[in-house]
């Protein structure tokens, strides 16, 4: 089954927002199969953002998600990267729609609460960094 990564960034943290979030995608009815609240290190940043760093903001990113506690998840279900990132809107919160976690909580591109894995190759490029096995569960979920 499809799996992908999502992380609640500090920004989320800081306002309270993470049970709000997990709920979302509890109710939608992806199956939650790791979860943790984390540090995030510098060379973990460096590593998970590698894809920006010749971006004028890399630094900015860097200092943000290192700046306090995420709240890194793994979530299951059928087509649950494109569902996920369809429920998370689009990375700037201004643009993203009512209804979107982006949309209805964020509202500057740095700071926009959320983050997930956008294709399968990303999903478990992210998962291996930020979980060891013992970390996922796998367990049977009623519907
Ligand atoms: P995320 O999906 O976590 O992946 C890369 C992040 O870069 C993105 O969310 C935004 O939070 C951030 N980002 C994109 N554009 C900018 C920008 N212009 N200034 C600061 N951060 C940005």
Redesign the pocket.
């Known amino acids: 089954m499809e799996q992908t990564f999502l992380m609640v960034k500090p920004d989320g943290v800081q306002r309270n927002l993470t049970g709000e979030i997990v709920n979302r995608f509890e109710r939608k009815g992806f199956k939650l199969v790791g979860a943790k609240l984390m540090q995030i290190s510098d060379e973990l940043a460096k590593t998970h953002?590698g894809e920006?760093k010749d971006k004028p903001?890399f630094g900015?990113?860097v200092d943000f998600i290192t700046s306090g506690p995420v709240f890194a998840m793994i979530w299951e279900g059928e087509n649950v990267i494109t569902a996920a990132r369809d429920m998370m809107g689009k990375?700037n919160p201004l643009e993203a729609a009512p209804g979107t976690i982006r949309g209805d909580f964020g509202m500057t591109?740095?700071k926009?609460i959320i983050?997930g894995s956008d294709s399968p190759e990303s999903a478990e490029k992210e998962i291996n960094l930020f979980f060891n096995d013992h970390e996922v569960f796998a367990y049977t979920k009623q519907d």
């Open positions: 953002y920006h903001f900015e990113l990375t591109v740095g926009n983050h």
